[in-house]
């Protein structure tokens, strides 16, 4: 089977053998190709003569020669063939290479790597059974006695070796290989050589198939299994795929596979991620293919390769080929690629990309050569003797270019040792290997202890320890196992004795273990003595030391990803400890620089100059690696006794262990990690009399014996301004000697000090000291160095510099990682726009939306709140002047910075993204140093000015003029600060003006749309993002709320606890939170906290179930009463900020610093005034008082004294505040739950000692811990809120707190939003309970009707509901209990559940009600009744008889007319001793009550003729109806009134509802349909109408007209007909003979006409049944119909599905669609009545229209339910009778009890019928009709439906409309609330109007009104609570005008909604004539109110429905 590209097959076949030769033989075959030619490959060890050998073969030059590179491929195979095929011992080589190839693998049939195997392995074997004899060589022959012999003699004994066991073979030569002595050439084998060896012979395999691909002669074993594993969905398993073409489990020599390589394949297909029980046997031989999804790199990476490793184990890791599969026509992402790419674990080198379907053979043979290089590598890395072949592949492709490797720089060492010194290349590498094998064993086994063994793969991340996890550990609960995490749970905060923990050593009996050892050996009085002078060498040897401190450091650093690192180093650095500089890798021994580590620390220094006797101080302040100073460094030469780290200590802060040494404790013997490493620390003056150097100095210190790590001893000079020498003695034989020499003879200043020495400081020579240490004390010692570093600094020295370590060569920089210099380049980029700019100017030009123009924006918006005057066009003015604004960011929103800044953010994969951004950070820092710092001076200086002339009282100009200097300092600083938070705060800018625009992303502008979701990526990763622009004091809320919601989208709505903190100015808010959780706070004293940031914490999955959040989310704020505020802000923006973040946090933490009771009276004052703001919005947030820097925390009653003093004060505050919030409140504890003992906490001073050089104070940390625990338990209580809920808090706080009076602007949408809800189900659960009483009063309705039932109990109805009733209080419960708001849902539980139960009540109530009115009118009626079965008897009978004479009549017309003259005679008859029942005529009775009345006839003509009293509640004016009573010289008289005030008007419009309620409750309270008409009552209602106006004008200063009383009269009487005369009608059919017998008619001529054919009696009977069914049916089906289309209605009809503001909404959309002014009207007037007509249009609409195919399915579906009750009926009753005797009355009751309760039949007089006997072929014939019922029934039409009893319609209005309509006091909108009354709650609508709508005006014009009043609330102006008022209110004040107003909750909105401001620009003119009056002066219409289309309102409604 030929293979389709035999050069790949050749090279295979060739590499494969490669593995399989000697050193020599491999340099054999290096000699000979082109390439070896000049190479000395004697000098080369194996693994490196392999590579070149495999590059050649693989080289371009073979590839491009073609045929001759092809034969030259040939040859070089045929000479490795020969060289395995070569007897090497007859040919003279050394004889030791025959065992490794003693034949061809295909002479013996067995494998050569089985043969080598056995022999290596001192295996027996057996002799092959061939002719080619082997002779061992004398040195493997040893003893041949008991040899047998290899050819010749008997091989009876002698297995074959090819097939069966090969267990008993005996050896092929020499015995036991155990006693034979090595072989010359063995000995000098080294280990290196020996394992490459075993390696290679391992993988010998004979070569049996030629270049064309045959198959081998004998079937050998698989050479590699290739294990699938990733995503099934990464494949696309085929025929044609070359890789797996059937998706089975394992598939043995693949034939495609072994077409392409020539090799016999095993594929394991374990894609899918199997359960462990179903994997197959994994042989140890093997490679991983990782298939992923071309968009899921990263993801399916991960879990890929966790999967792997918690399967089959990590050691597999390194086997992995990673393949990204992509489709033929998509593009490989890049942006996936490049995030797989950044993860530390990953290798590009084993990384492929392929097509999914796999069937291009070139990607497949890639892949393959990738694979092999890849086993290759690991074997000759493992043959290498390297430590972890994945951490090495991991780490060498990170090295910079031209950096040799580890194996590079020991090999060249090693050869440059032989060439200088003629030394041998083996023992030397033996050595290096055993000291390496040595230390690796020792570190692994230190990491194990530390339970950090697999760290050095999956570093340690910043994410494992900013999160919230288990508490700190006390000392006495630390094992070894917890020592790495205690340490960094303590250093994050700040607890400088992180760096020694002591450990309880596991043990299970730890109390009885001894703390001292004891001798074994037993002691006796006489050799006591004897045992106290032996030396027990052998006492508890066994016993491990605790692990060294510095070595605990040491291993969590080295086991740390570099950010950590940075963060650990930072946090060492401000314990005031000394920093590693140079480290060397404990794995692979290269010596590493973390510079990256200290980018992120500033020292601040000042240094102290006298000049004219007068003392200068310059502060210094800037980033240490920037900072250009002398070095000092320390060297140990040979071992001392002496401490040269604790001698160091001494220079620098003798109070504190800056550098640790054998003294600490916890010091031991045995580290091993610090001996080569070279620590930092720097001397800081404080620029005080007591620095003993007057400049920042680096202190540096060799850790080790210098003699040992030249490297690092050789950098450290070169880098030093001074070096410092420790030696035991200082003589010439010493092996010192040598580099004492070197240093003494270099330039750099030298101090020497000699252990052995007793003599003082002696100068050598210049810059060259040297100074005795015996007998001498360590501080005498110290200060003599300390003269000597100083004189020698005071000459010319060179300095240092931490960046130049970069270019240091032979070491390795940890940021010249690729991924690190990536994020770098991408920071420069932006550096250098800015670096050679004034940093004040770099904002104004490369960040402008956030400066002047978001300053004025904010001016504006402010403003916008407090309108005065014309407030509609001043807030239009406002509003564009604001758009303008926008429009300005928009246009100068390109600045390249920010475009090369986000176009970084959203390109880089995460950890890149994080190195741009810490660098951005780190090089904008650098920039801005150095003007900070003499701003800060300034600052700091004049405000010290400031302090002294306010102490001295002086209030000349001086101090104004220093207040002023102070002023511009503080502008200056602002201006200068600029870091990362600008950015972002101008990425919200340039996002909020294009949103708030509308503007698309165009062109070159930068996707502004992918702003909120980078900075939610950058938020959940942990970094503090800006909630309140501290600079403009300004929450933007539009980028706030669309950050947070993609936080969502991301993490979905989890649950945070917000955390606030207040508190004054640099009182350490921001450092105690990052002590607490590790933050990234800005704590310098030039980037203190402006404005308010907020980050997120996460919780430890081991602590999610013990809170009920996900999230910590902390606040930090600026401090209250902020130097920078001093000159122009007042308490206002204190109590703003506060009141903020109050109402934001679950807890604030009030932070108050030192004990000045002036500083606390102020800050106290502030924060109670925030918490009884909150009190009074039902908000309540928790808080802990946190008191730092109290000098004595220790003294329990001086604390307790405090505790008192500040219970004192919080209550005096709450005193002063309640007097300004207008609250009733006595104590602090009135305002929130506050308990003085727990809820208050002293800290420590943060220093211990004097800055810059003290440390943090351990108390501090412990403080800090404890206050943690208290903060943690406390949150243990809360369910904390959800992250939309905090994004609807920050809106809702913000936007009250822009108006004056917070309590009554604030609006809790959150609340709201649940509120609506909750309404929604309230409408569920009612609707619940209303459709089944409707059912039950189905039931019972056609009963008592029919004279079934004459009583209904109400405990019946109860009854019958309780099971119903029970379900939805069960449904209240769970939603109640279960909901993801419930404990916002508490509060209305016990109300809503009340609501409930009465809403059941008055349920049954207004049933039980309707039917009992059913029976009265039944036994109104009795009479007719008892006559009615009388009349039917009689009917039937002379139906009988009438038929019997006429049955020859055969057509159908005569008979019909002879029945009809009958007809005539029997009613005639029947009815002779009854009267009939006349039809009323209302409007004859109405003209005559009038005229009764007094009214002139023409005037009632009049009024009917024009109709105007038809709409008489809709009037807009009523001057016409009313004369004005004035008084003239004592005399009355009445003139006409031409103007009424717009109060009068509503006064009037209220008295005509009024009037009408009353009048038509009072007719409806008439027994009309039980006893009929009477114009009585007319008279009394006309009386009553009359009496009522008379009382009014008696009360007014005017009277009505008789026009008045005639339109109110016949408005009522219109009003009330459709009730009289429906009320006639059910009398007149009730008790009327005629009218009853009229309706029988037809019935009867139908048995008439049936008897005349001859028809029996059950015939004639089953079609009486039908007849009756019929009626019945149709009735029970329409009343059904009705009730399920309004329940379908209900669930799925968007205007009716939800709670009264969607139905509002709906209402308010389908009058702008019709644009009808009649509607409007009616709506504004009378909005009941435009709601019901909206429902029963809409229900018309849907059964008519819309959706009229579901109504007829449900009608259809309910005939169909009908029809199969009668048939079930029908059956049964005839079943029953079918075997015993029955009359048909009984029949007829059994059917009629089988029907119920869906159907009632109506009574049936079976007198004439008593023959029916056969009951059967009575129930075939109403069977017969019962077809034509359903046929008939099936063409009911929904016009039916619409008429029946139960009309969808009125259902709905029932449901819907029994809500709250109370109206507006300023604008008369309806309070939308679906509860009828919802008190404690507050009437509230969102679509509040201008008041002109309802025709409000300015007193004494004629001006309508057209400001909203939901913008007049925030405004200053006034207005008059009634018509008499004389004192006006102010709007922002309003609940104070009268309980009318304060019931309802009006809150400002900027008048957003444009629907009513379209709607007033549409209808203007027909406003004008309805009202009289004029949109003019103050009403006159905002120009831009004219540009609101209908659109635009509709959309509005929307809007402000969702706010």
Known sequence: MATNNPRRALIFKIQKKLGTLSTEQLQTVLSSTDDGGDIHVHDLSEPELYDLIVDFVKSEKLKASEDEGMAQLLLLDEQISNLLATDVGATGDDPTTLSRTDMSASQTGCPASLQLGLINSGLQTATPATDIPVQPTETERGSTDDIPPTTGGSTDDIPPTTGGSTDDIPPTTGGSTDDQPPTASETVMNSRDTQHAERRDKNVQEETENISGSPPSNEVTPPLTLVLIGNKNSIDIGSKNILLDHDQEIHVKESRLYDLFGDQITLINMLGFPSIDTIPEIPQDCAFILLVSNDRHENQYTSGMQWLEKTLGKEHSSYVMTVVTHDDSEEISENELQKLKAKSVFSEKRNHTCTRSMKDENEIVALWEKINDMVSENRRMMGGNQANPAETLKTVPDLPEGRPTLQQINISAVTRQRKDGGHELKPTWNTFQENQKKHQTQTEKLLRRLHLQDQHQHMLSSEDFVQIGPPIKKTNEIFERDLVCAFLQRLMMLDYRARYIPVQQES???????????????????????????????????????????????????????????????????????????????????????????????????????????????????????????????????????????????????????????????????????????????????????????????????????????????????MSSVIVVLVPTLEKSQESTEVISMLYKSSKPLIILNADNDCSAVRVKPQKYKLGLKERSQSDVSTDLKKIIKTLLSEPHTSFRLETMAKVSGIIVDEDQKICQNGKSAAMEIIELIEKMNVAKIKDKFLPCQGQLWSNWCKINKELHHLKGDIEKEKGQKSHQLMKLRKKQCDVSDSKLMRLFTQRLQSLPPKEREYFLTWTQILIDALSTDDLSSILQNYDETWSEVLVLKKKHDKSAQLKHKQTELEQLSKKLQSATFGLEHIFREMGQIYEAHKSLNKPSLGQQPDWTKYPELAADLMISGHPMELMDGDAGHVPLIWISNLLQEVIKKLDDRRVFVLSVLGVQSSGKSTMLNAMFGLQFAVSAGRCTKGAYMQLVKLSEENKD??????????????????????????????????????????????????????????????????????????????????????????????????????????????????????????????????????????????????????????????????????????????????????????????????EHFVFSFKNTQEIAVYRKLEVQYGNWTWVLRSEMLNIENQLYPRIEKGQLDKVELSYLNKEMAKTYAEVTKSISTYFEDDKDKEMLVQWRGRFETKIKEFHDDLVRGVKRKLDELIQQNNARKMLDKKKTEFENKLLHKSKELAHQLKCIDDEEELKADFNTVWNYWVKELTSDTKPIENINLEEDQHLVLLELGVEHNLIDESKRSKRYKNLSEHGDYSDYITMKKSFGGVCKFVKMTFV??????????????????????????????????????????????????????????????????????????????????????????????????????????????????????????????????????????????????????????????????????????????????????????????????????????????????????????????????????????????????????????????????????????????DINNFEFLKEEIEKGLKSITTEMSKLSLEKVNKCRQKPDQILIDQLCNCCWERCPFCAAVCTNTLKDHSPEKHSVPFHRPSGVEGWHVRGTVDLVIDFCTTLVASDRAFYPGVESEEAVPFKQYPTAGEKFASWSITADASMLAYWKWFICHFQNELEDYYDLKFQGYGEIPQHWKNFSKQDAIESLDEMCSL
């Open 508 to 718: 299970a009996d730890v109390n009885n273990s001894q703390a001292v050892q004891v001798s074994d050996s037993a002691v006796t009085d006489d050799d006591d003595l004897d045992a106290l002078f032996t030396t027990n060498v052998d006492i508890d040897q066994s016993k491990e030391n605790h692990v060294h401190p510095m070595d605990v450091q040491m291993a969590v650093f080295h086991c740390s990803d570099s950010f950590f690192k940075q963060k650990m180093i930072t946090k060492l650095s401000q314990c005031q400890y000394a920093l590693p500089l140079l480290a060397p890798d404990p794995h692979t021994t290269n010596i590493e620089c973390p510079l990256w580590t200290f980018r992120q620390i500033t020292k601040t220094w000042k240094i102290s100059t006298n000049k004219e006797n007068a003392t200068t101080v310059t502060m210094k302040s800037m980033p240490i690696y920037k900072a250009e100073i002398p070095m000092v460094s320390f060297f140990r030469l040979g071992s001392m006794s002496l401490s040269k780290s604790q001698l160091m200590n001494a220079l620098i802060n003798n109070r504190h262990d800056t550098f640790f040494h054998r003294n600490c404790e916890g010091s031991t013997k045995s580290r091993h990690l610090m001996d080569g490493v070279a620590e930092i620390a720097w001397y800081c003056p404080a620029g005080k009399d007591n620095d003993f150097f007057t400049d920042c100095i680096a202190f540096c210190n060799l850790h080790g014996d210098s003699l040992a790590i030249g490297k690092q001893r050789e950098i450290l000079t070169e």
């Open 1106 to 1299: 013990k809170y009920q959040f996900d999230y910590i989310l902390v606040v930090d704020t600026e401090g209250l009463r902020a130097l920078e505020l001093a000159g122009n802000a007042t308490r206002h923006h204190d109590n703003e900020l506060a009141t903020f973040v109050v109402g934001l946090g679950n807890m604030t933490l009030i932070n108050i610093f030192g004990e000045n009771p002036a500083d606390m009276q102020d800050v106290l004052q502030i924060v109670v005034q925030a918490f009884m703001r909150m009190k009074k919005v039902k908000l309540s947030p928790s808080c802990v008082f946190v008191h730092q820097n109290v000098t004595d925390i220790t003294a329990a009653e001086k604390n307790m004294d405090g505790k008192r003093r500040l219970q004192e004060k919080l209550d005096k505050m709450a005193q002063l505040a309640a007097k300004e919030e207008l609250c009733d409140v006595e104590c602090f504890s009135d305002v929130i739950a506050f308990d003085v003992q727990k809820d208050v906490k002293y800290f420590a001073q943060l220093w211990e000692g004097s800055p810059p050089m003290a440390p943090p104070n351990p108390g501090y940390s412990e403080s800090v811990q404890e206050l943690k625990s208290i903060i943690l338990s406390k949150a243990k209580q809360s369910t904390g809120i959800t992250l939309s809920h905090f994004s609807t808090k920050i809106q809702d706080l913000w936007n009250a707190l822009m108006n």
């Open 1541 to 1810: 005030p717009h109060e009068e008007q509503e006064l009037i419009r209220s008295f005509i509802n009024e009037v009408e309620q009353k009048c038509l409750a009072a007719i409806k309270s008439k027994p009309v349909a039980t006893r009929g008409f009477t114009s009585t009552y007319l008279k009394e209602v006309a009386q009553n109408i009359k009496s009522e106006i008379q009382k009014l004008g008696s009360q007014r200063n005017y009277v009505f007209k008789k026009e008045f009383t005639v339109d109110l009269s016949l408005y009522v009487f219109d009003r009330a007909e459709g009730w009289l005369l429906n009320s006639h009608k059910i009398y007149r059919d009730n008790n009327d003979a005629l009218t009853y017998l009229d309706s029988k008619k037809n019935e009867y001529y139908n048995i008439f006409r049936s008897f005349c054919k001859g028809s029996s009696s059950a015939v004639v009977f089953g079609e009486i049944m039908c007849e009756k069914l019929k009626v019945s049916a149709v009735e029970a089906v329409c009343n059904k119909t009705g009730v399920d289309i309004a329940g379908e209605m209900m669930c799925s009809f968007p205007a009716f599905s939800e709670n009264r503001l969607n139905l509002e909404k709906h209402v308010l959309a389908s009058l702008a669609e019709k644009e009808d002014f009649s509607r409007f009207i009616s709506y504004i007037r009378n909005p009941r009545a435009q709601v019901e007509a909206f429902i029963k249009e809409e229900v018309k609409k849907y059964m008519f229209t819309t959706q009229k195919v579901k109504a007829q399915i449900i009608l259809k579906k309910n005939i169909e339910d009908i029809t199969r009750v009668i048939s079930q009926a029908l059956f049964e009753a005839t079943e029953k009778f079918k075997h015993r005797k029955g009359n048909i009355e009984k029949w007829v009751e059994e059917f009629s009890s089988k029907l119920k309760p869906k159907l009632t039949l109506d009574t049936i007089s079976c007198q004439n019928f008593s």
